[in-house]
Structures are given as structure tokens and as C-alpha cells.
């Protein structure tokens, strides 16, 4: 090999050894816990006896034994329908925030957009855990200035920890942490509109709202496309809000959503085995789900582009 293909070869390797340490970590801290939860899920602990002495309890294969279970695991499936009701909340009503704050920020009439956008933001910053614990005490009663308000003004008092106000509650928390993310990945797409096409706009005639809803919205659609993406993830895996409020509360079940199931079967039962398979299923459906809206949005905007 000449000097001249040592250093082409070595140009031509170079972003490699840049990306090794990456995928190092990537295959260390992620592909392999989840190939070893794969693993896990097919297999399950055979009790021989009183299940006392060496030897007595083996790990053995399962097959599909714990896909079946966790199928037709009736506190799996409620879980699942809480978190679907829960996500009809907050997808839109984080995504509609969003895209209004996004919409006000870019308008020409408004006012100390810096802080304001800050100030939208800066939920999205504080850790989730705290987040929950923060709205746990302004729901409860006993300690809460609202609720305190409320007693003196003479107006009802309803309970935010309790039946159906249990879901507004936990969206709450979720739309209040999560619209600044979002708004923020769509008021960056706005920005990026040249400002010729407001400009040709302005000269036939319409007005802000014709811009908005004619315009800058259609234009922001694959950024309104990946804010729904990422929020129906975030959606099925809901894990921190229920679980930081079911101290102050009744209603919240160590089972309430999916991933409360999968973390109750491995730490609580010990049963890493059937945990293992709900996890792999709740990432396969989150893949599917993905999956399917992302080739849904590719088609009409396919079509759209054809028109």
C-alpha cells in the first residue's frame, strides 16, 4: 500500500473512529439491555418442590408463555385504556398551546419575546419528578392556596385527586411541563419562513389570522408532524406523574399505567421475567404506533405535493 492510499484510507476511515466511542455507548448502555430484556422475556423460573435447596428453582425456557400472560393481563389492558384517555387530553391540548404560544411569539406586535418565550420554556426544565410533586400539594386540600381561595370566596371545592378530576389533574402536570418543549420546536420552524412570503401576503390583503391559519401553519406541518410524534410517545410511557402522586392519593393504583405495571411485576413481585415481556410489548406497540403515523403523515404530504 503506497503512502497515497494509507492517507485516503485513513481520510475515509476517520469519521469512524470519531463515531466509536458512540457507538460503544450506544451498544453498552442500550442494545444490550434491550436484547437481554428480549432475552428475559422468554424465559421463566421452574420451582421444583418446596422450592428450597440448590437446584430447586431453575431458570427454564418459556416460549411465548409470558406474551400470553401479559396479554390477556386484565390490570395491563386497564392500564393501557387510562393512558389512552390520558393522551386524548393532553396530545392536543399540549400540541394547541404550543402551536397558539408559537404563533403569538411570532407575530410582529409582540412584546418582550425573549422573556416570554423563556418564561414558556422554563417548565420544560424542571425535572418531571419535581414537576408532580409541585402540583401534588397544590391539589391537596389541607395545603393548597387555591383551595384556600376557594373556601373563602364560599365556591365549590372539588377534589383533583380523586375519579374523573384525576385525569385533568395528571394531564395537567404534563401539558404545563411539556408545551414549552414543543413550542419551541415550532416557533423555530416559523422563524425559518422567509419573510417574503409574509411580505407577498400582506400586499394581497390578509390579515394576521389569514397568514396564520393560511400560511405559517401548512409551512410549520412536518414540525406539527414530529411535536406529535414525540408526544405520543412521551404519552405511552407516562411513568413519573402517576407515580409521584399515588402517595396523596387513593386512586392511583401501583398499576395505573403500563410501565407502573412493568415496574410493580419486577420490583415488587420479582417477577423480572413477565416484566421483561410487557416491556417488550409497550415498545412494540410505541414502534408500531410510531411507525404507522409517520407513514401516514409521509402519504399526504406525498399527495399533497402531487396536487
Given at each position: 500500500?503506497?503512502?497515497?492510499?494509507?492517507?485516503?484510507?485513513?481520510?475515509?476511515?476517520?469519521?469512524?473512529?470519531?463515531?466509536?466511542?458512540?457507538?460503544?455507548?450506544?451498544?453498552?448502555?442500550?442494545?444490550l439491555p434491550?436484547?437481554?430484556?428480549?432475552?428475559?422475556?422468554?424465559?421463566?423460573?421452574?420451582?421444583?418442590?418446596?422450592?428450597?435447596?440448590?437446584?430447586?428453582?431453575?431458570?427454564?425456557?418459556?416460549?411465548?408463555?409470558?406474551?400470553?400472560?401479559?396479554?390477556?393481563?386484565?390490570?395491563?389492558?386497564?392500564?393501557?385504556?387510562?393512558?389512552l384517555?390520558?393522551?386524548?387530553?393532553?396530545?392536543?391540548?399540549?400540541?394547541?398551546?404550543?402551536?397558539?404560544?408559537?404563533?403569538?411569539?411570532?407575530?410582529?406586535?409582540?412584546?418582550?419575546?425573549?422573556?416570554?418565550?423563556?418564561?414558556?420554556?422554563l417548565?420544560?426544565?424542571?425535572p418531571?419528578?419535581?414537576?408532580?410533586l409541585?402540583?401534588?400539594?397544590?391539589?391537596?386540600?389541607?395545603?393548597?392556596?387555591?383551595y384556600?381561595?376557594?373556601?373563602?370566596?364560599?365556591?365549590?371545592?372539588?377534589d383533583?385527586?380523586?375519579?374523573?378530576p384525576?385525569?385533568?389533574?395528571?394531564?395537567n402536570?404534563a401539558?404545563?411541563?411539556?408545551?414549552?418543549f414543543?413550542?419551541?420546536?415550532?416557533?423555530?420552524?416559523?422563524?425559518?419562513?422567509?419573510?417574503?412570503?409574509?411580505?407577498?401576503?400582506?400586499?394581497?390583503?390578509?390579515?394576521?389570522l389569514?397568514?396564520?391559519?393560511?400560511?405559517?401553519?401548512?409551512?410549520?406541518?412536518?414540525?406539527?408532524?414530529?411535536?406529535?410524534?414525540?408526544?405520543?410517545?412521551?404519552?405511552?410511557?407516562?411513568?413519573?406523574?402517576?407515580?409521584?402522586?399515588?402517595?396523596?392519593?387513593?386512586?392511583?393504583?401501583?398499576?395505573?399505567?403500563?410501565?407502573?405495571?412493568?415496574?410493580?411485576?419486577?420490583f415488587?413481585?420479582?417477577?423480572?421475567?413477565?416484566?421483561?415481556?410487557?416491556?417488550?410489548?409497550?415498545?412494540?406497540?410505541?414502534?408500531?404506533?410510531?411507525?404507522?403515523?409517520?407513514?401516514?403523515?409521509?402519504?399526504?404530504?406525498?399527495?399533497?405535493?402531487?396536487q
Amino acid at each position: 500500500m503506497t503512502s497515497t492510499s494509507r492517507k485516503a484510507y485513513g481520510v475515509k476511515g476517520a469519521p469512524y473512529v470519531f463515531l466509536l466511542p458512540a457507538t460503544i455507548l450506544f451498544a453498552l448502555f442500550f442494545a444490550l439491555p434491550i436484547g437481554y430484556a428480549i432475552y428475559l422475556s422468554f424465559r421463566k423460573v421452574k420451582v421444583s418442590g418446596l422450592g428450597l435447596g440448590a437446584g430447586a428453582r431453575k431458570e427454564v425456557w418459556a416460549g411465548l408463555e409470558n406474551y400470553t400472560d401479559a396479554l390477556t393481563d386484565s390490570e395491563l389492558v386497564d392500564g393501557a385504556l387510562r393512558v389512552l384517555g390520558y393522551g386524548c387530553i393532553v396530545v392536543p391540548v399540549m400540541l394547541g398551546l404550543a402551536l397558539l404560544f408559537a404563533l403569538m411569539l411570532d407575530s410582529e406586535k409582540v412584546r418582550l419575546a425573549p422573556v416570554t418565550r423563556l418564561a414558556i420554556f422554563l417548565p420544560y426544565a424542571i425535572p418531571g419528578v419535581v414537576a408532580a410533586l409541585l402540583w401534588g400539594f397544590l391539589y391537596l386540600p389541607d395545603v393548597s392556596p387555591f383551595y384556600f381561595v376557594l373556601e373563602k370566596l364560599g365556591l365549590p371545592q372539588p377534589d383533583l385527586l380523586d375519579g374523573g378530576p384525576l385525569y385533568l389533574a395528571l394531564s395537567n402536570i404534563a401539558v404545563w411541563g411539556g408545551t414549552g418543549f414543543n413550542m419551541i420546536v415550532i416557533y423555530t420552524s416559523l422563524q425559518a419562513i422567509p419573510a417574503e412570503v409574509h411580505e407577498a401576503a400582506k400586499l394581497d390583503g390578509a390579515t394576521p389570522l389569514q397568514i396564520a391559519l393560511r400560511i405559517k401553519i401548512p409551512m410549520v406541518a412536518p414540525s406539527l408532524v414530529l411535536t406529535f410524534f414525540f408526544s405520543i410517545i412521551a404519552t405511552l410511557q407516562v411513568f413519573n406523574e402517576p407515580t409521584t402522586l399515588k402517595p396523596l392519593t387513593n386512586s392511583v393504583s401501583t398499576t395505573w399505567s403500563p410501565l407502573m405495571k412493568v415496574y410493580q411485576d419486577a420490583f415488587g413481585k420479582g417477577d423480572i421475567y413477565a416484566a421483561a415481556a410487557q416491556a417488550t410489548i409497550i415498545a412494540l406497540a410505541t414502534l408500531l404506533l410510531s411507525f404507522g403515523f409517520l407513514r401516514a403523515a409521509n402519504r399526504r404530504n406525498k399527495q399533497e405535493a402531487a396536487q
